[in-house]
């Protein structure tokens, strides 16, 4: 069993206790109360719901503290409600009192620093503190002055930043410090000790079940990050090949590009192709109207051909009866010999003229196979009018 420490060291901790706990809560309440003059605490505790309830979810706060807050009586709560551990985790926590959100609170702030976060900060520590030391052993009297001295600054910094502090200030602190300590009083420190004591042992378990818990979830983030990890090269891998699809994507519009080009080039190209066509098929209709023309024209000449051949026919069977007409002629010419003188000059006349018809039919007959169809008619007819006027002399008696 622990020994009794003596009775001085156990009454420094009970007036340090009751400096920093009843008389800092009164401080901290006040300071609360300053900064919801134009804001009621109801307004301000439904607005930060969501902030409190992640205090509960994350056993920053108890349950009990929890449903004081918002109790199912729907009665709302005063900040005489608070304990001294409640009231500054609300002014440390809430947006609404503008402390400053990137404040180290568990930190002990430096000797010079007098800011409304580092003396909250020094009132939270003391109270920690404090609530582990042991009843039994108490505090001695050097750690007591300067511990007292610490928080005495502390209270009259906070009381001088509201506009309702509290009053005779110094006065209480000293009547707590050097004022009798009846049992009654000892007794009530004693079971505030005890429970927060009971307060504490239980936030232990309730750490220890969150160290564990985040223990488990430093595990589960390390596995995560390694998935990130992996996940990480995939991504890159992807990337790469996102890369080169791009890369093939810019080339393949490129040559999309010159296809087009090309498609428009081969437009021209077949819209001039199609006005050639079109003028070739002007031209082909001229040429079949000319050949048709050609056609009527040889059709012509066919038939003024057959024409001269049907001449030619004429004019042959006309020399065949001349020659017999001749053959006659020579019978008389010999019969009649003695004529022969008196006409032979004409016999010799008329078989120069035979001849020279003879030689007229020949050409003409050379002429109407090699000429085209251009001969005419009328030439033909001459000639036999030609022959007749020799057959006419021919038979014509001698003078």
Not at 153 to 182: E, M
Request: proline share 3%.
């Amino acid at each position: 069993m622990a020994t009794a420490a003596p009775t001085d060291n156990r009454v420094y901790l009970y007036r340090l206790l009751t400096l920093n706990i009843d008389h800092g809560t009164t401080i901290v309440r006040n300071l609360i109360d300053d900064r919801c003059s134009n804001t009621t605490l109801s307004t301000i505790l439904a607005q930060e719901r969501r902030a409190i309830t992640n205090l509960r979810a994350n056993r920053t706060i108890t349950k009990v503290q929890f449903d004081l807050l918002y109790p199912q009586s729907g009665i709302t709560p005063t900040t005489a409600d608070f304990d001294l551990t409640l009231a500054l985790c609300l002014l440390r926590t809430l947006k609404h009192f503008g402390l400053n959100p990137k404040y180290t609170w568990n930190v002990t702030p430096q000797p010079g620093d007098t800011s409304l976060e580092a003396d909250l900060c020094r009132l939270r520590m003391y109270r920690n503190e404090l609530a582990h030391i042991s009843s039994t052993s108490g505090i001695q009297k050097q750690e007591f002055n300067d511990k007292w001295k610490d928080i005495e600054g502390v209270l009259h910094r906070l009381n001088c930043l509201v506009q309702t502090p509290v009053t005779n200030l110094q006065q209480i602190i000293d009547d707590c410090k050097n004022g009798p300590l009846d049992p009654e009083a000892e007794k009530k420190i004693e079971h505030q000790i005890e429970k927060m004591q009971k307060m504490e042992e239980k936030l232990e378990i309730e750490v220890k079940a969150l160290t564990k818990n985040v223990h488990k979830i430093e595990t589960d983030v390390h596995e995560a990050k390694r998935d990130v990890h992996t996940a990480t090269e995939d991504v890159q891998k992807i990337r790469d090949e996102v890369h080169k699809v791009k890369e093939n994507v810019h080339i393949i519009t490129v040559d999309v590009h010159k296809i087009v080009d090309d498609v428009h080039e081969v437009k021209g190209d077949v819209h001039t192709v199609t006005e050639a066509v079109h003028e070739v098929k002007g031209d082909v209709h001229t040429v079949t109207e000319a050949v048709h023309e050609v056609k009527g024209d040889v059709h012509t000449v066919t038939e003024a051909v057959h024409e001269v051949k049907g001449d030619v026919h004429t004019v042959t069977e006309a020399v065949h009866e001349v020659k017999g007409d001749v053959h006659t002629v020579t019978e008389i010419v010999h019969e009649v010999k003695d004529d022969i003188c008196t006409v032979t000059d004409e016999v010799r006349k008329l078989r120069e003229d035979s001849r020279t018809t003879n030689e007229r039919i020949n050409e003409l007959e050379l002429k109407s196979k090699s000429e085209d169809g251009t001969g005419t008619k009328p030439e033909v007819q001459a000639e036999d009018a030609y022959i007749r006027r020799k057959e006419d002399k021919l038979y014509m008696p001698p003078p």
